[in-house]
């Protein structure tokens, strides 16, 4: 197929965005030679080198249904169908980089992030269309795999724009004022090697492989300018976005994403989820915050509770996934219902009652999380959770749900560990590259 972004058709819409992915492609290739202190030599040596053929993976590259455009008013990945899998990543921007890095990167990220959701090689030579003396552009794993509904969204996380009161890259002035690192919250048990970061990238899809060959040709092409902070796969998405997918389960076995925010309520979208125009800073306007809360699920205590205490704690009813005041799962909860002792139907403390927006004055969330199963501990229990996702219009929504979840009955068998909150900037023109409102 003719790839309008390839660098070999010349002229494309986002030709100028193909001179700097041009650039960065053989930039990386050449770096297996000269080494990362080189890389501004072998940037000017390399730029004349792109060309080729666009490398097309699998013979649906391309075709509606299994790939989300990368370009639009929005980012992708946030209200898009949520799909199976995740592979997050927080990255670090290295010691002495600059503002013109930066801003390479980001460019190089959208060229080949765009390149990835259309289930192209990151560059038009790709995995095997380079010299046979340098190390290939695309690491390969990926090579007859569709695109797989892949969808990468970026974020900038509140040391991006001011470290240790360092204003690294000349952005501090433009900083969200809300974009601060969130406060503790009770429960806390946060792994700082697990929590914050410079930049996010969120990959979902729906081949696990996808998902993961992405992150690492995202990191790979970071090299000498940012570097993985942190990273995240995630399993079986614990919400939906629309009302055609069936809402999935969480590894505590509980229906979850009943009660989101779904693709198509414009309303709740643009009051909140998106930035809006009003709202500052303005390069922000159509963007999103993102909370990214890595839980701990005590699954073996879990496991030992009883049906109705667990459900009592949720406040839903495990199978149906309906609210313990009655009706079926997509019945509003009467939070004012007593059961036949004349006690709360749904339990003071429960999760759903604490969440909900009508104790958090009006406060939605859209979530988007998945299962995690990292293995296990020393005592042979798993080492799994709820890898929790969420968008809103402003980080003040997730600071007041999160506020009111002090008393949840759930917190006995949770252990928040991971935490970090990002920037999400709106999403890139054709031709442009994700966060470039930040540099105008
Ligand atoms: C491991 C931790 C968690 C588990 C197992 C869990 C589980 C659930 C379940 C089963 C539901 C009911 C189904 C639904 O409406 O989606 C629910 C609802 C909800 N949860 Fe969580 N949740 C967790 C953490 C959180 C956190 C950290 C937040 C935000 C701070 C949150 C916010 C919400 C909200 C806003 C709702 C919808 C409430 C409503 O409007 O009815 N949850 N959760």
Redesign the pocket.
Known sequence: MTDPHDPSTGSGPDSLTDDAAAAGVSRRGLLGFVGAGAAGLALGAGAGLAGGVAVARAADTGAGASAYDFYGTHQAGVTTPVQDHLHFAAFDMMAGATRADLVSLLEEWSYAAARMTRGLDVSATGAVGGSPMAPPDDTGEAQGLPASNLTITFGFGPTLFEADGVDRFGIASRRPPELHELPAFLGDDLDPLTSDGDLCIQACADDPQVAVHAVRNLSRIAFGRARLRWSQLGFGRT?KTTAAQATPR?L?G???????ILADDREALQDHVWVAAGDQPAWMTGGSYLVA?K?A?LIESWDRVRLAEQDRI?G?SKGE?APLSGGNEFTA?DFEKADAAGAPAIDMAA??RL???AHNSGA??L?RGYNFVDGNNDLGRLDA??F?L?YQRSPEQ?IT??RA?ASDA?NEY?RPVGSALFAVPPGAAPGSYVGAGLFA
């Open positions: 919400s969480n505590f509980y229906k979850d994403g009943t009660a989101n809360r839980i699920q949720i839903r996934g909860p999760h759903v969440a909900h927006p939605r969330m979530r959770g709820l929790f969420s997730f749900v999160q979840l759930l949770i």
